[in-house]
């Protein structure tokens, strides 16, 4: 702890009393648990702690023990050697005692990997005498088999013995012999007795023999499978020690590895370090620079500000001046115009003058060729002139009437022409928006529309219904309707404007009122919310009679383009072979 390797710990009431622990505690298992995947003696290295969670890494994973759930822990820095069994560790310190055997030091002699020092105390193992005579003891258990001896026994004083329990001690108990009692007979019947029971005794024997042997046999076996075992388990202990040496291999390896990585990150650390503080300088100087140029900025504004007042001023001054020239200009335009009017005044006098004079003339040598008075003749001249005076004026009058009806013709087409253009531009405007409504509907809603191609009038209508729950179809739906709306709108209105020009023939109108027909054509294909009603009639009622007047122009189009299709087809396919 004082080194940091281990931080300060918490206490826990653990199975074995209160431990407190820390990260990088070392740690181990009490009892085998398959919920958490642990088994009793595993060891690990305490992570993080965080309340009763605890974190710990093991040999090959981490495992999170919660401490109100699992209490059979401790901390793992010294275990008997019951627990470290399998255990290999760099170095072992271990404590010698007078319970101890061979087995148990072979255990404990076995578990290190470089360094292995022991301890003990007169109090706990004696002098060193007794302490290597009790640890020299051999305590491995034990088998029957090694107790086995084969005994050997004499079956015909066996066999003797038998037959006299059976029947010469018994014969002692009995009466006396009857008078036709035979000696010789009896025995003749022992000994063939004694020749029997000699031979069931030798069989006897050698069944024990046999017994013995196969004991031995088995015994044998045992012995060299124990060998087997632990050769075995000498070699998987090898195989341990070769396996956790290439593992603190490779946890040096990748220690040497992160202590490069390491040393890399500070380096680029410090890289960046250096570069952030000369960036932080280049910036500091570049703020400065800003803020001299803004101040420098804010000069000029100040400056030109001042110019542009005097500028104005200057600009006043001239205007004042232009005014005045301007009405000199007109003061002398206007005596010009009346001189030039009184010279053309006193002109035209003059002529009238001499018009008079030689009209004067004319109507002297007309009365004097007629016989009429001046007057009269002066009279009718007057009559004439009136009269060609009228018929001028009204050809004039008539002129400057017809000039500004064709004006106003002129103008009326003018606007006429402006308002078709205009509804024109609107009912485009509506169907480039129908048709990326149209498209985006058909993007949100494919299924739909492979539904509605495939199926009959009531599958769409249902597969609508299911559609209309997403908000996204329903949302591009509601846009689409309302562009069909505003497009019906519009035909309707270009339609009204053409028939108060009377300009339904005109190509601009024509194609736009096509354009639209097509959309709404293409919409009918998308079923209504009302039974029987499509959508474009639905929608918009003013686009349905355009798209009624154009359907079958629309349909004659289609199974047009269905057989150039068609036949496009078979010519790609090229000509057929047959076998």
Not at 45 to 60: A, F, G, M, P, Y
Not at 284 to 292: H, I, L, P, Q, S
Not at 407 to 428: F, P
Not at 540 to 546: F, G, N
Request: aromatic share 6%.
């Amino acid at each position: 702890m004082k080194s940091g390797e281990v931080k300060e710990g918490v206490t826990f009431e653990t199975a074995l009393g209160e431990r407190a622990f820390g990260e990088g505690d070392r740690i181990v298992f009490l009892k085998n648990n398959r919920a958490l995947g642990v088994r009793n003696g595993l060891d690990g290295v305490v992570e993080s702690v965080q309340d009763d969670l605890l974190t710990i890494r093991t040999k090959d994973r981490t495992v999170a023990v919660r401490i109100s759930n699992y209490r059979h822990i401790d901390h793992g820095y010294a275990r008997t050697v019951h627990k470290g069994q399998g255990a290999t560790a760099e170095k072992v310190h271990g404590v010698l005692s007078s319970s101890m055997d061979r087995q148990l030091l072979y255990v404990l002699l076995s578990r290190h990997r470089d360094t292995f020092r022991g301890y003990w105390t007169p109090e706990t193992a004696g002098n060193k005498e007794k302490l290597f005579e009790r640890l020299s003891r051999d305590r491995s258990k034990d088998s029957t088999i090694d107790y086995a001896e084969v005994r050997g026994f004499s079956p015909s004083l066996e066999a003797l013995a038998k037959y006299y329990e059976a029947h010469v001690r018994q014969a002692d108990l009995t009466e006396a012999p009857s008078p036709k009692y035979d000696p010789q007979e009896v025995v003749q019947r022992a000994e063939v007795e004694a020749q029997r029971q000699a031979e069931a005794a030798e069989r006897e024997r050698q069944q024990q023999e046999e017994h013995t042997r196969a004991e031995r046999q088995r015994h044998e076996a045992a012995e060299q499978e124990r060998k087997r075992r632990k050769a075995e388990y000498e070699a998987a202990q090898e195989r341990e020690r070769a396996h956790e040496l290439r593992r603190i291999q490779a946890a040096d390896r990748r220690k040497t590895e992160n202590a490069a990585r390491q040393r890399e990150v500070e380096k680029k650390q410090h890289e960046n370090e250096a570069l952030a503080a000369i960036i932080d300088r280049r910036l500091a100087v570049a703020e400065d620079n800003a803020r001299f140029g803004q101040e420098t900025v804010q000069a000029c504004q100040a400056q030109i500000v001042h110019e542009k007042q005097k500028l104005r001023r200057a600009h006043f001054t001239i205007f004042l001046r232009k005014e005045a020239i301007d009405r000199q200009t007109t003061a002398v335009r206007v005596a010009e115009q009346n001189l030039s009017n009184a010279m053309k005044k006193n002109t035209g006098l003059q002529e009238v003058a001499a018009r008079e004079q030689e009209k004067l003339e004319a109507a002297r040598r007309l009365a004097a060729s007629t016989g009429k008075s001046l007057v009269t003749v002066r009279a009718e001249q007057e009559l004439q002139f009136r009269a060609t005076e009228a018929r001028m004026e009204h050809q004039k009058q008539a002129a400057i009437a017809r000039a500004a009806l064709e004006a106003r013709l002129e103008q009326a087409a003018s606007i006429d022409k402006r308002r078709i253009e205009d509804t024109t531009y609107h009912v485009r405007v509506a169907v480039g928006r129908a048709k990326e409504a149209h498209g985006a509907l058909r993007k949100v809603g494919w299924a739909f529309f492979t539904a509605i191609e495939k199926g009959s009038s009531e599958d769409a209508r249902r597969h609508l219904s299911l559609a209309l729950q997403s908000p996204d179809f329903a949302r591009a739906w509601g846009d689409l309707q309302k562009a069909t709306e505003r497009l019906g709108a519009a035909v309707w209105k270009m339609d009204e404007a053409a028939g108060q020009c009377d300009r339904r023939e005109d190509q601009s109108v024509v194609r736009a009122e096509e354009r639209a027909a097509r959309v709404g054509y293409d919409l009918e294909a998308i079923p209504g919310r009302d039974v029987g009603q499509s959508f474009t009639g639905e929608a918009s009622p003013a686009l349905q009679r355009v798209v009624d007047r154009y359907r079958e122009d629309f349909r004659a189009d289609d199974r047009q383009r269905v057989r150039e299709r068609e036949q496009s087809r078979s010519c790609n396919a090229g000509p057929s072979m047959e076998f």
